[in-house]
């Protein structure tokens, strides 16, 4: 059974960072892309950005310069590194396996997902 397990998430001041990270378990993972996806309250789940098997990135616009997304297939995970965090970044962020690399469709499975509050 294909489990993804993320953490990370918390509360940060504006122009603050965070890294999140999403463990995989039950497949092989080093074959999938990964992507991170975010969901405001009151607003539809959003794309945020997405890596290749091959380690190649691709971000949506709001957050490219900003954010990083890595991978240790050794580990099994995938990294998101959040730096000059703004307040419109609230949001709860989830890591899925197998987007596409723009975003617009994703795999079957997803984390259960880690709260990231920017806030003064």
């Known amino acids: 059974q294909v489990q993804l397990v993320e953490s990370g998430g918390g509360l940060v001041q504006p122009g603050g960072s965070l890294r999140l990270s999403c463990v995989v378990s039950?497949?092989?993972?080093?074959?999938?892309?990964m992507g991170w996806y975010r969901r405001a309250p009151g607003k539809q789940r959003e794309w945020v950005g997405t890596?290749?098997?091959?380690?190649?990135?691709n971000y949506a616009d709001s957050v490219k310069g900003r954010f990083t997304i890595s991978r240790d297939n050794p580990k099994n995970k995938v990294y998101l590194q959040m730096n000059s965090l703004k307040p419109e970044d609230t949001a709860v962020y989830y890591c899925?396996?197998?987007?596409?690399?723009?975003?617009?469709?994703?795999?079957?499975?997803w984390g259960q997902g880690t709260q990231v509050t920017v806030s003064s």
């Open positions: 899925n396996e197998g987007p596409s690399p723009d975003g617009s469709s994703w795999g079957r499975y």
């Open positions: 039950g497949n092989i993972f080093s074959i999938y892309a």
């Open positions: 890596i290749t098997s091959g380690g190649s990135t």
